[in-house]
């Protein structure tokens, strides 16, 4: 699907004064309509196609083949069972399922370094990795990163030459700005697709994904299955953000990791270091003034809440820094290191963005009292 937005210049003369309607008038007045939308065609084209012929050669298919053996019931290695059955047990024996699946990335030097999302590679047996030329290569996970859903992909290209894709600056997006999806959704090989820059900076919560730690760039070109891992592009040809997700449930609406984001992350991930995460250990809820009043009202709530707006801590998992810190529950967190915070996906951009170790002197309401905590972040533990 093929979503195309943009304003129409309209173009017109002056009429003279009380001219008489006429059957040739009436029939001139298509003409400034399709006038206009003759020059936006033009318009379209003439940066689409520039775009796409300047990037479309560094964005790749990447096939991959994941081997899943499934277990066996303990019931069927009980000899006795082995014996009566004979034979016919042998069906029942653990058996290899492979699972093929397919994405998209692109290319971003000549050495063969491929950034796709990590959910595209996660735990694949086999990579391989088609150039829009037609070439193929056996291609090498380097890194991944789940939190984020970044990965990196190698390629060997020996004497042949890659094209790579210029990238860009996310941080220069405006919303309205076009937004062009190039990949390989459900198996048609170089699709794109136009739209604009819908939002920047959803939250991963507000976007429908929770276990992501970043914000995205929301967009109205169609980014369907397959497309995952392949580039955003501006109306240059550069690439922005890497596409990543689609809201099953609204049409219309994907979501791209901005490209800044996968810069900073790159030689990490190249290196096959673990991407460091940082976090406190807080489970929370965005809180306003009314929210606390229908609780307090309500006889059977385990705690009174401060009616302020700011971010409710909901639990403090033991052994946390939060919990180290001193953080409550039913604590109430309205400033980070000197800024008001009333927003949880706020305050989780903070602690990413901070670093290891990093003291974060929280302001928070206890009851009706303000204090000051500093709590020190640490690495999230679980992530690959």
Request: net charge negative.
């Amino acid at each position: 699907m093929l979503l195309c937005f943009g304003g129409f210049h309209f173009l017109s003369s002056q009429a003279e004064p009380f001219a008489e309607p006429s059957l040739n008038n009436q029939e001139n007045t298509s003409a400034p309509l399709d006038l206009a939308k003759n020059l936006v065609a033009k318009d379209r084209d003439s940066f689409v196609s520039a775009a796409v012929a300047r990037t479309g050669s560094a964005v790749v298919r990447i096939d991959t083949e994941t081997v899943v053996t499934r277990s066996i019931d303990p019931f069927f290695n009980d000899p006795f069972f082995r014996e009566f059955f004979g034979e016919q047990f042998r069906s029942h024996l653990p058996q290899e399922r492979r699972i093929a699946g397919q994405g998209s990335g692109f290319i971003i030097d000549g050495n063969g370094i491929i950034l796709t999302n990590a959910h595209v590679v996660n735990k694949a047996d086999k990579v391989t990795v088609t150039l829009k030329d037609g070439r193929t290569f056996n291609g090498q996970v380097r890194g991944t990163d789940e939190v984020t859903d970044l990965a990196v992909v190698k390629i060997s290209p020996q004497e042949d030459k890659l094209p790579v894709a210029p990238l860009g600056d996310s941080a220069n997006l405006k919303v309205g700005d076009w937004a062009i999806a190039v990949g390989n959704p459900v198996g048609l090989d170089n699709t794109v697709t136009l739209g604009i820059i819908s939002t920047i900076g959803r939250s991963a919560a507000k976007a429908g994904i929770p276990d992501k730690r970043l914000d995205f760039i929301q967009t109205d070109a169609a980014i369907n299955p397959g497309n995952s891992g392949g580039p955003l592009l501006n109306s240059q040809g550069e690439v922005i953000g890497i596409n990543t997700a689609i809201r099953a449930d609204a049409m219309g609406i994907g979501f791209a990791i901005p490209i800044n984001k996968a810069k900073t992350l790159q030689n990490i991930l190249v290196s096959g270091q673990k991407v460091p995460h940082p976090y406190i250990g807080v489970q929370m809820v965005n809180l306003t003034p009314e929210l606390a009043r229908e609780n307090n009202k309500n006889s059977n709530s385990p705690i009174l809440i401060p009616e302020v707006e700011g971010i409710l801590v909901v639990q403090v998992v033991p052994n946390t820094p939060a919990a180290k810190a001193g953080i409550r529950r039913g604590d109430v967190i309205v400033g980070v290191n000197g800024k008001l915070v009333t927003d949880g996906s706020e305050l989780q951009s903070i602690v990413e963005n901070s670093g290891l170790n990093a003291p974060l002197k929280l302001q928070l309401y206890r009851g009706d009292h303000v204090t000051y905590l500093t709590v020190r972040t640490a690495q999230l533990e679980g992530t690959p």
